[in-house]
């Protein structure tokens, strides 16, 4: 599985940003997938996590609605709106997939196998 993480740049505090994760390789279809972050200094966080071809997301509070992920099946894509930036969500953030990840490890960076390049998101105060 191959992924490409795209979407992230420079914004206001306030500002939204639409991440893109695309897929290729193998078909993953309700393989867990996630969205994580790093911040500089900081250990890497889950953001979001789903199943792919799911409809149910869970979010970690802090970015709880105001983020949402969404797909399109057809481009084999999954997206993060993120809307209401905050200063304190500068950080890059990735995709992943992880065939062997269940609900008890959904936040462990550690559990997915297949991660994207990551995209640089950068909210100024």
């Known amino acids: 599985v191959q992924l490409q993480a795209s979407g992230g740049g420079l914004v206001q505090a306030g500002g939204s940003l639409r991440l893109s994760c695309a897929a290729s390789g193998r078909y993953i279809g309700n393989t867990r997938m996630a969205w994580f972050r790093q911040a500089p200094g900081k250990e890497r966080e889950l953001v979001a996590a789903?199943?792919?071809?799911?409809?149910?997301?869970y979010y970690t509070d802090v970015v709880k609605g105001r983020f949402t992920a969404s797909r399109d099946n057809g481009k084999n894509t999954v997206y993060l709106q993120m809307n209401s930036l905050r200063p304190e969500d500068t950080a890059v953030y990735y995709c992943?997939?992880?065939?062997?990840?269940?609900?008890?490890?959904?936040?462990?960076?550690?559990?997915?196998?297949?991660w994207g390049q990551g995209t640089q998101v950068t909210v100024s105060s």
């Open positions: 789903r199943k792919w071809n799911g409809d149910t997301t």
């Open positions: 992943a997939v992880g065939p062997s990840v269940i609900l008890s490890n959904i936040a462990t960076p550690t559990a997915y196998a297949y």
